[in-house]
């Protein structure tokens, strides 16, 4: 039995072994150059971070230890609703489960492989993220070996608790909601567990934030170190190697015990409920309203990805959580206190606004790898229909251009204006955010769409799995990097003021030019390519 396991992921590994042989190794170089570009500054921005910190009276080491059970914490729940997604597209959405099931084959075995596949998507972006943040502390602590050798065994250990967790609840969530609901539940799940954490939160932040002590208390009053979570345990097995100490072995045994046991939990749940809630799936049909609308040529493919996106439950239901976690982010600066920290720092206002600026070009980012980057992959196997339409390629892309462009930069908008209004913001602040906005909108929606179109992935099990591509990982650093450097030729201009006291028209002018510039051809030349990639080539 074991044996047919390891059978069935051969072609997996083989599929991984032939994306990087000879020219796939060379196109993903640049992407590697990307990603090894944001190790060092998420390396060198939690040094930075760790280092002031520690810094501090009294508080420092505890502040440290908070930060990081708090990373733990946050990683808990992105893991879980990862491993919940994953699950349910690759146990019983995927193209090859019928070829599974007509082998001779036990469902173990299609258990055992489909749960390696889905911890190991869930989960590999997070572990390609967090090792800079691991060794930023053993640097600044100077720990040694052990320190990473724990972190490492913690964090496998982690995944395996959240990925054995995640599936067993695929496997009830599927159970319990018929078919054409699954979709459904995953928005039910994924709302009440950010309205959760959110009222958590929210209950442990003071109403009043009118000193430092009474924002050292807001920080410490965060409790999220409870006994009973993996992420307390982990805590308590690895910080004390920071200090050349040894970790309690209670909390080393609950991480092993914990992470065997959900693993044999997800296998168990899932042999008693795999095959009947494979039964269970049958396609569900819909009415069609509007059926007798038919739109011009050029409105075509507005009306088509307008008709596919209200019956993709997938979809919107995704966007519903992204309003939810928008009208979150938003409220909370409700009770943000500027004025009462503005003698704390000269630039404070400025700060805070490219703060915000930079929170919402990753949001800006997020979205548009969501849905703006997997424009062209959405099509599917089906996309020879729109190579035989009368519509042209030029005219298709600007059409998926200007569908994803217009909301999610109007999303973005809404939530910088909103923010700086609860912040009081001045008149020039706010007309200097909603430019930037505008400005990335279109270069970031511009950007998504068209690496979207030179690298499509139309044979694909799960869209989502699109956008956590290597592709669409490229692209949202491609985004940040952009973000970035348009955030910081407006802070140059900021700089020249504060430091000469006279505000320099000739530097704002070149710096708007110039932030134009980069932000056109952000846009252009990728949009550009993309039609020319979807003109020559089939991509089927």
């Known amino acids: 039995m074991a044996n047919k396991a390891l059978t069935l992921l051969i072609p997996g590994v083989y599929?991984?072994?032939?994306?990087?042989?000879?020219?796939?190794?060379?196109r993903r170089l640049p992407f590697t150059a990307l990603g090894l570009g944001f190790w060092v500054l998420l390396y060198a921005g939690t040094a930075v971070v760790l280092s002031y910190v520690r810094e501090i009276e009294f508080f420092g080491e505890l502040l440290a230890r908070r930060f990081f059970s708090l990373m733990f914490f946050s990683l808990m729940g992105f893991l879980f609703l990862s491993n919940l997604v994953t699950a349910i597209s690759s146990f019983y959405l995927s193209d090859d489960l019928r070829l599974l099931r007509s082998m001779p084959v036990a469902d173990t075995d299609i258990l055992s492989q489909k749960t390696f596949y889905s911890m190991v998507n869930s989960s590999?972006?997070?572990?390609?993220?967090?090792?800079?943040?691991?060794?930023?502390?053993?640097?600044?602590?100077?720990?040694?070996?052990?320190?990473?050798?724990?972190?490492?065994?913690?964090?496998?250990?982690?995944?395996?608790?959240?990925?054995?967790l995640g599936i067993t609840a695929a496997h009830v969530l599927t159970r319990i909601f018929p078919a054409g609901r699954v979709r459904d539940a995953l928005l039910f799940a994924g709302l009440v567990f950010f309205l959760l954490v959110y009222y958590f939160l929210r209950a442990s932040v003071p109403e009043d934030l009118r000193s430092p002590v009474e924002m050292v208390n807001m920080l410490m009053s965060f409790r999220v170190e409870s006994p009973l979570l993996p992420s307390f345990w982990i805590t308590e097995a690895v910080m004390p190697y920071l200090s050349g100490g040894r970790a309690?072995?209670?909390?080393?045994?609950?991480?092993?015990?914990?992470?065997?046991?959900?693993?044999?939990?997800?296998?168990?749940?899932?042999?008693?409920?795999?095959?009947?809630?494979?039964?269970?799936?049958?396609?569900?049909?819909?009415?069609r309203a509007g059926a007798r609308f038919y739109p011009g040529q050029k409105r075509a493919m507005l009306y088509k990805d307008a008709k596919v996106f209200m019956r993709d439950k997938a979809q919107w239901s995704q966007l519903l959580v992204i309003l939810a976690l928008a009208f979150v982010y938003v409220y909370n600066f409700k009770f943000v206190q500027l004025d009462a920290v503005a003698h704390m720092a000269p630039f404070i206002r400025e700060g805070v606004l490219l703060a915000n600026l930079l929170m919402a070009g990753m949001v800006l980012s997020a979205v548009a790898a969501r849905f703006l980057y997997t424009a062209v992959s959405a099509e599917g196997r089906a996309f020879w229909l729109i190579k035989s339409s009368p519509v042209s390629i030029r005219g298709f892309l600007i059409g998926k251009f200007i569908y994803g462009a217009v909301p999610v930069t109007v999303l973005t908008l809404a939530m910088v204006a909103l923010t700086n209004v609860f912040i009081g913001m001045s008149d020039a602040h706010m007309f200097v955010s909603v430019a930037t906005v505008l400005v990335l909108g279109f270069s970031i929606s511009g950007l998504g769409t068209?690496?979207?179109?030179?690298?499509?992935?139309?044979?694909?099990?799960?869209?989502?799995?699109?956008?956590?591509?290597?592709?669409?990982?490229?692209?949202?650093?491609?985004?940040?990097?952009l973000v970035v450097v348009t955030l910081l030729v407006e802070a140059w201009v900021v700089y020249l003021y504060y430091s000469t006291g006279v505000f320099n028209w000739m530097a704002a002018v070149s710096a708007a030019v110039l932030i134009l510039a980069i932000n056109f051809a952000s846009a252009y030349f990728p949009m550009k390519m993309g039609i020319r990639s979807l003109s020559y080539n089939t991509h089927l």
């Open 248 to 287: 309690d072995g209670l909390y080393v045994v609950l991480l092993v015990s914990s992470g065997a046991f959900f693993l044999m939990l997800s296998m168990l749940v899932g042999k008693r409920l795999f095959g009947g809630n494979l039964d269970r799936l049958m396609p569900s049909g819909g009415t």
């Open 450 to 481: 068209g690496l979207g179109a030179i690298h499509p992935r139309f044979k694909y099990e799960n869209l989502a799995s699109v956008s956590m591509s290597l592709g669409g990982l490229g692209f949202m650093l491609i985004a940040f990097v």
């Open 124 to 164: 590999w972006m997070v572990a390609s993220f967090v090792p800079p943040v691991f060794v930023a502390f053993g640097v600044q602590y100077g720990a040694g070996a052990g320190y990473y050798l724990m972190v490492f065994l913690g964090f496998v250990l982690f995944m395996l608790i959240t990925g054995g």
């Open 15 to 26: 599929s991984l072994r032939s994306n990087y042989r000879g020219g796939a190794r060379r």
